[in-house]
């Protein structure tokens, strides 16, 4: 029999724990898989005492210094799942690539914004710098993009890649309810955080799309260059326009080579109904990929939790097990091409433009006039409630703005956000234009 | 940099120059991916004068033998694209893993009937047998088992693997057509063989889900143990009657653990509409895996075609190149467990019954006692057309039966299979009493 890998954990929260059920159930399998014994030879975590579902740790080397764990010499290799994207887990996984050790690591902070240097650390030492577990959960696309699409150009890469704003956006949807309603039944339930800011306005996708365009297009990450808006503006009445006009509303992130480099964006986006990403519901994650060789590829699971994290953790403990050595990012470090930004305003696409125009005549005529002047035409228009003129005087005195909402063909962004601040500036809408973008497919 | 990895491909046709197009195209990826320069050092096919997509071959060694090409001193790695369960394909690809060759094959037929004798020859000599390209083309199916889920006891596989039969079904549904005008149009297109039986009778289907089950259960391939329906018999009306019921009809391959033993069945099956798998359309592939870690993973993209099977091809060939070693069905091969079958009259599930019943008093109380014998119970009926009662006595004439199409609730095969029996022998039913199972997933 071979010699056992030994492996020191620093973090044993959920992920944590999850890993150790994993390896506790499935020893034997996972000897198997992975050609020799994983022997958890250390571990390190904020408070020693607390309880970790029924494992025993008391005859496993504890380090209140998750460095000191990195570094120990007798192990083989660091598992790294404290999360956050500077020191302690920073300095750890450092040393441990220092020290001639592979990491395994499930920090999407980490990675979207160290992932280079990290990586080139790993090169020199000649060691694997692995995390599937960063990017959703159980989906194994970290591995598909950097090994199962080596003979193909990726073109473009896009996904639900948070739960949290998946479960709001579809329980709005099924439920017809209001944002702050469904968040605080989301935080209710444990899908979102006491501060949901992180999710809810896009920066953990951010985190994730990061990681999967340096795998996908072989540029180094570039998570600063990432357009970013939430899903906080998003109401209920964008879901049932979205609806009639056939989309519904997901967080997506994407990333496209563009011939004016590489466009990397996280917004609220329409997608067609009847397309697989547009039927993923609740906490489920889903990635696809466009490549030239592959053609499209969709992977779909769950995004997070203790055990579908832990499920990836173990795969790429198992793959350095078996002498797996996949460069980082699926080329060397010093081979990954500068990410070339593509400005925001030089995207195009189709847009869903949300106003609430003031009822009086040649209003509609106006915004008309503003789009075309703009070069933006128009796909389908919805005008929401009671028709205005068909309103009695009282009531026309109560109510002096209508809902208008309009789909555009294909369209630059600069001109959409000019034709908005005019529409703004020139007095037609109450309130801010606004609008959301549509991915074609 | 390294030494280049010296590749013989025996097999030109469609796969065999999409592998050549990609190596072309993307050669400098390639190269950056796999860690080193991918060599064409050898070809072998039967025609040495066919045009082959533009690709100059006269520089690379020819052999009329791909047994002297697998066994070449100046070949690392043997990529068998030829096809065909026997000679000469198995016998080129034990002698390149007799002489120490790592082998990538996209050949199902090879590996589903002598998969478990090639592991153990690839084994001994320490060396890969990838067959990323043999199960849904460029689906990453095989390693997402082989190496993704190895923290996980997976306790179910599914999918739609045949390109061919989903096509076929996917137009009978939106055009309201009939299975044989369909099958003609699909032979037109391309999308069917002259001699369709290996497509829809299910075998294509079958060699795949071998493959997926032992990669899943770690249980010897056992091809001769999977029950097998094709979808010849489904009809217009089958479809119809689904559709109203919520349901979609799939040509599915499932392989599942029971305690029975392993389950591996393919045949037309029942899938809820809203579910993914039900909205996989057209010539595309999909699997679902379901885990005790992950959860439920699914995959979906192009399951066959020169590029989309070739990108395998390539994966598996930088896999080697980088000097990853999987065992080739995720454990080494003395480690698989026989694959104890469980029998399919011991198949729990739903049932879809489609009886042409004679329209005489009684019929259907008959039918119900006969059920309800059997412990059957019934979830909904529909019964198709006009009501025979409300028909005048000249059309009863005519007609004298009726369709009566009805749903089980979860129930054993074999319990299915002695009622329909009776309920033929006992006369209530003109013709053989059809079913088709439902898997809710």
Known sequence: MQRPLRIGIAGLGTVGTGVLDAMKIHEAMIQARAGRPIALAGVSARSRDKRRGGHDLARVAWHDDPVALARASDIDLFVELMGGEGDPAKAAVEAALKAGKPVV??????????????ARLADRAGVALAFEASVAGAIPIVKTL???????????????????????LTKMSAEGAEFADVLREAQRLGYAEADPTFDIGGFDTAHKLAILTSLAFSTEISLESIYIEGIESITRADIVNADELGYRIKLLGVAALTEDGVEQRVHPTLVPKGTPIADVEGVDNAVVVKADMSGDLMLEGKGAGSHPTASSVIADICDIARGARSPAFGVPAEALMPCRRAAMRAHEGGYYVALDLYDRPGEVAAVARVLAGENISIESIVQRGPSLSMMSDGERGKRQTAPFILITHETLESAMRTALEKIENEGHSAGKPRMIRIERL
């Open 105 to 118: 690591t499930a920090n999407k902070a980490l990675i979207a914004h160290h992932g280079l240097a990290l």
């Open 146 to 168: 950097r090994e199962s699409l080596s003979g193909n150009r990726v073109r473009r890469v896009f996904g639900i890649l948070n739960g949290t704003c998946n479960f709001i």
